[in-house]
């Protein structure tokens, strides 16, 4: 697939119905390093997780961070429709990759790994989708995990092959975001 192909195709992909293979996986963590990094430092390591009982805790708090409050107590209406919406596309994911930072100043190089991996899940007809974490969340990951303490999550990739096709994206009009040496 050509990459601006794979750039238009690119949507965030919240329900799957089978995994990627070994072969994809492995292609696809392969594009993720050929990111620049700071200093070309690489900072970044991957866990690979298929467990479904530890898709769920992942999940669940993800559920909770999103909330921003523990299950039970009251939260509003859209907030819990959003973190509902978050736990459930764990839930029918069969595959996600976590990607932990050894080295936390470096913020960009995660990113462009991500989007790469992304980009190349697309390639491979398949789709993703990147949550993350933050604040306690992180460490609860982190814990599940058993993250050497020098690691920090930086966001979970569900990988899969779509359930649906997305709907087109709605986009501003081109060249309204384009400013030329100045806003004006």
């Not at 492995?26 to 690489?42: E, V, Y």
Request: hydrophobic content about 40%.
């Amino acid at each position: 697939m050509e990459l601006y192909q794979a750039i238009e195709q690119r949507r965030t992909i919240r329900k799957f119905k089978g995994s990627a293979t070994e072969d994809q996986l492995k292609r696809i963590l392969t594009a993720g390093t050929r990111a620049p990094s700071g200093m070309n430092k690489q900072n970044w390591e991957f866990v690979a997780v298929d467990d479904l009982a530890i898709i769920e805790q992942i999940g669940q708090i993800k559920y909770v961070h999103n909330r921003g409050k523990a299950a039970g107590e009251e939260v509003p209406e859209e907030q819990e429709k959003g973190a509902l919406k978050q736990k459930d596309s764990f839930k029918n994911a069969s595959l996600i990759v976590v990607y932990c930072n050894r080295e936390l100043a470096d913020t960009a190089g995660p990113w462009l790994c991500i989007e790469n991996m992304v980009l190349a899940a697309v390639a491979e007809g398949l789709g993703a989708r990147i949550a993350r974490f933050g604040g306690d969340a992180i460490r609860q990951v982190d814990a599940i995990l058993q993250a050497p303490h020098q690691m920090e999550l930086v966001a979970a990739i569900s990988i899969g092959v779509p359930a649906e096709e997305p709907a087109p994206r709605k986009l501003r009009p081109e060249g309204s975001w384009l400013h030329r040496n100045r806003f004006a």
